[in-house]
């Protein structure tokens, strides 16, 4: 997703996002 590019650049810690 993404979602999961700015989401762990925010959120290293979850990984989960870029599912």
Do not use: D, G
Request: one cysteine or more; proline letters at 11%; hydrophobic letters at 65%.
């Amino acid at each position: 997703r993404l979602a999961a590019l700015w989401l762990a650049a925010s959120r290293p810690c979850l990984p989960a996002e870029a599912v």
